[in-house]
């Protein structure tokens, strides 16, 4: 699984053109951030966390739950 | 040249937002199963310096159920609870690229205490074309019966590991590469569920759940962030999942987004679908010889086989500054939540429906 993601890594920076910080408008917008909805995001990874049995890779860290 | 430069700052300083915020949030949930939950979230962050900035968050989870496992279980009565979650955390940025973050979180219930820590590490090099992040966690956890002492409640621990990568593709694309590895030792059965037992000689008795110790978890997600237009912006998401119970998943989720100018109004929708196969020592129905037990036996349909989609639609208006703040951003949004368990004896599938509604105030 680790060489798998250095794998894939390596392959998609490979691919980068460059982006000059004058082309860089279209990037800052809210809809381009994962990170724009921390609440949203947070809830939703708690309530699919109770009730699937897998989870991780979701970017959010939340508190333990006995969620049943 | 220069107007180009001009525009691009003049874009950015649209869109920087301030460090300091305050969100109010609140989820619903109810499905047809009986289950009901409403989770209020108050959070805080604040800059002390332009390198350091403090976070606190207290959210709740008020739950009121009577589901078929609860029915089927020690207490055919249903229940209500409510959980209650902290956190506290300082972020430190030593340079422009260079982010440490540190977070303390604290939950408990009735039945259940968790003391988790968590730090990220951020840096973005390349011309800050690419950012990589690494977030480490540990929690120490009790798990226990409600109106049991806690000094009867059962250790559970958990430690994760989690690289990541973005980078920028292009102008309109971001896409993303992250991983996560975790450990858990201890109690990971229900303290409340009973797994009836087919003994060959006709009987069926009930015994107390019991699952591995030791669980090891992997999943690896790609996702990607592409603007179609100044106004369009669309995102496609995968991930895989699989541990040492044997359980493996797939989870893919696309959206869509529109943009209204100076992202005064944002409205988009998202789909998301979920498979995943069930554990290894899972069965529907365990059959044993007189007088002996399965070594593994569980009834936690969280581990069967099943699928599920979830579609939502969301809708964000920003009110500009009000009173001391620079702007106060309102967002609610609804989705409908489908489950369909196709080795789980007493529920085949179940709805729900989910309402969130927040506040956002940046000063």
């Given at each position: 699984m ?9 392959a998609l920076?490979?691919?980068c ?8 408008g ?8 994962p990170d724009a909805?921390?609440?949203?995001t947070?809830?939703?990874a708690h309530?699919l ?6 989870t991780?890779?979701?970017?959010e860290?939340g508190?333990?739950c006995?969620?049943? | 040249?220069r107007?180009?430069v001009?525009l691009?700052?003049?874009l950015l300083?649209?869109h ?11 989820s619903a ?6 289950l009901?939950?409403?989770s209020p979230e ?6 002390l ?12 989870d008020?739950?009121s159920?009577a ?17 209650h ?8 940025k030593?340079?422009?690229e260079?982010t440490f973050a540190l977070k303390?979180?604290?939950t ?9 820590l968590?730090?990220?590490?951020g840096y973005?090099?390349l011309?800050?074309r690419l950012e ?8 120490f956890?009790?798990?226990?019966r409600?109106?049991?002492p806690e000094?009867e409640?059962r250790?559970?621990g ?7 990568v973005?980078y920028?593709v292009?102008?309109w ?7 996560e ?8 059965a229900?303290p ?6 087919d003994?060959s000689?006709?009987?069926t008795?009930s015994a107390?759940?019991?699952h591995?110790?030791?669980?090891v978890?992997h999943?690896l ?6 603007a179609?237009?100044r106004r369009w ?6 991930r895989?999942?699989?541990d040492?119970?044997k359980?493996?998943?797939h ?5 869509l987004?529109?943009?209204?100018r100076?992202e005064?109004a944002?409205v ?7 498979y995943?196969?069930?554990?290894s020592?899972y069965?529907?129905r365990?059959?044993a010889?007189p007088?002996?037990l399965?070594?593994?036996r569980s009834r936690?349909k969280?581990?069967?086989e099943n ?10 208006i920003?009110l ?6 620079d702007d106060v951003r309102v967002?609610?949004?609804t989705?409908?939540y489908?489950?369909h368990?196709l080795?789980?004896e007493?529920l085949?599938?179940r ?13």
């Amino acid at each position: 699984m680790a060489k798998a993601c250095v794998v894939v890594v390596l392959a998609l920076v490979a691919g980068c053109a460059p982006v000059h910080s004058w082309q860089r408008g279209t990037l800052a917008s809210r809809c381009m951030s994962p990170d724009a909805r921390p609440s949203e995001t947070r809830a939703r990874a708690h309530m699919l966390g109770a009730r699937e049995g897998s989870t991780g890779a979701s970017g959010e860290v939340g508190g333990g739950c006995g969620c049943k | 040249m220069r107007l180009q430069v001009a525009l691009a700052f003049t874009l950015l300083s649209l869109h920087a937002r301030a460090d300091s915020r305050a969100t109010a949030f609140v989820s619903a949930y109810s499905d047809d199963d009986n289950l009901t939950v409403v989770s209020p979230e108050v959070a805080l962050r604040q800059e002390l310096s332009p390198a350091v900035d403090v976070e606190a968050s207290w959210e709740a989870d008020i739950i009121s159920a009577a589901s078929v496992d609860v029915m089927t279980a020690a207490s055919p009565r249903g229940y209500e609870e409510t959980r209650h979650g902290l956190s506290a955390g300082v972020i430190w940025k030593p340079e422009p690229e260079i982010t440490f973050a540190l977070k303390y979180l604290p939950t408990w219930e009735n039945d259940y205490s968790s003391h988790g820590l968590s730090l990220r590490t951020g840096y973005e090099w390349l011309e800050r074309r690419l950012e990589q992040r690494l977030d480490l966690r540990a929690s120490f956890d009790r798990v226990g019966r409600a109106g049991e002492p806690e000094s009867e409640w059962r250790d559970l621990g958990l430690v994760a590991v989690g690289p990541s990568v973005s980078y920028v593709v292009d102008r309109w694309t971001v896409a993303s590469v992250a991983y996560e590895l975790q450990a858990q030792s201890g109690f990971q059965a229900s303290p409340y569920r009973f797994v009836p037992i087919d003994w060959s000689s006709g009987t069926t008795v009930s015994a107390p759940e019991r699952h591995p110790e030791w669980r090891v978890r992997h999943a690896l997600a790609l996702g990607v962030r592409h603007a179609l237009t100044r106004r369009w912006f669309a995102s496609a998401g995968y991930r895989f999942y699989r541990d040492s119970w044997k359980l493996s998943s797939h989870t893919a989720d696309a959206g869509l987004q529109y943009a209204t100018r100076q992202e005064r109004a944002i409205v988009g929708v998202d789909l998301r679908g979920y498979y995943q196969g069930e554990a290894s020592f899972y069965q529907e129905r365990y059959a044993a010889a007189p007088g002996t037990l399965p070594s593994y036996r569980s009834r936690d349909k969280m581990l069967s086989e099943n699928w599920s989609v979830l579609a939502g639609l969301r809708g964000e208006i920003g009110l500009g500054p009000v009173a001391f703040t620079d702007d106060v951003r309102v967002a609610a949004r609804t989705e409908i939540y489908d489950q369909h368990f196709l080795s789980f004896e007493p529920l085949g599938g179940r709805r729900a429906f989910i309402f969130q509604l927040g506040a956002t105030a940046e000063y």
